[in-house]
């Protein structure tokens, strides 16, 4: 089976764009969740959805959103960029409901630069 | 405070050494993870635990509840086991996940 993709693998932009990155779960996963990793930060969670449903989200404002569609593909979105946004953005499959009920696989990320 | 905290920071041992790694938290949780990332953001997913102990191969994980403590040990420590470990867990209240900041461990040859 293939792993999970996202594209693109390398974004850079200027601040005050917009950006869609997109993630494919493994086939058969039906939740992927969102994650961004920064030095200053670390890991830090940005959704979950299960079955083009918001299942969860975290404490980001409401230039981050996503949506997952009906082949569980999802992609996420962060309007007007900040230099802040500059990060490596993982998104992660898993077969079921999420991180407590089931093993999650990551994909490769997408680093996002802004300028 | 942190409500997951991982120690050490950063671990340099020697290539056959035994490895521990650290992970308390705060809250109520439903599970607990164990992540490693290799140089250049691959995340690996390695133990999902919820209670007890569980072994793959030279890894081992522990997790006490009680104590809200747990543990990744490492036997026959290799170069290639040298990553980022990371502690992620499970909050029961809202199911979120939070991140312990990892652990950087370089095993010498």
């Known amino acids: 089976k293939a792993g999970v993709t996202q594209t693109p693998r390398y974004l850079i932009k200027t601040r005050g764009q917009q950006v869609t990155l997109s993630c494919s779960p493994i086939s058969g996963h039906r939740s992927v969740s969102w994650y961004q990793q920064t030095p200053g930060q670390g890991l830090q969670f940005l959704f979950e959805y299960f079955s083009e449903t918001q299942r969860n989200k975290g404490n980001f404002p409401g230039r981050f959103s996503g949506r997952q569609f009906s082949n569980s593909r999802s992609e996420m979105n962060v309007s007007t960029l900040e230099l802040g946004d500059s990060a490596l953005y993982l998104c992660a499959s898993s077969l079921d409901v999420g991180p407590s009920t089931d093993t999650q696989y990551f994909g490769p990320g997408t680093r996002l630069t802004v300028l | 405070k942190n409500e997951v905290e991982q120690s050490p920071q950063n671990l340099t041992a020697q290539e056959g050494e035994f490895i521990t790694i650290n992970c308390s938290y705060s809250?109520?949780?439903?599970?607990l993870h164990w992540l490693q990332q290799h140089p250049g953001g691959g995340i690996v997913s390695l133990f999902m635990?919820?209670?007890g102990k569980k072994k793959h191969g030279r890894l081992i994980a522990t997790i006490n509840i009680q104590e809200k403590h747990s543990s990744l040990h490492i036997t026959a420590s290799h170069p290639r086991d040298s990553a980022v470990y990371i502690c992620a867990v499970q909050i029961y209240r809202d199911d979120k996940i939070i991140f312990g900041k990892g652990t950087r461990l370089h095993i010498l040859p």
């Open positions: 809250v109520g949780i439903s599970a």
């Open positions: 635990l919820s209670s």
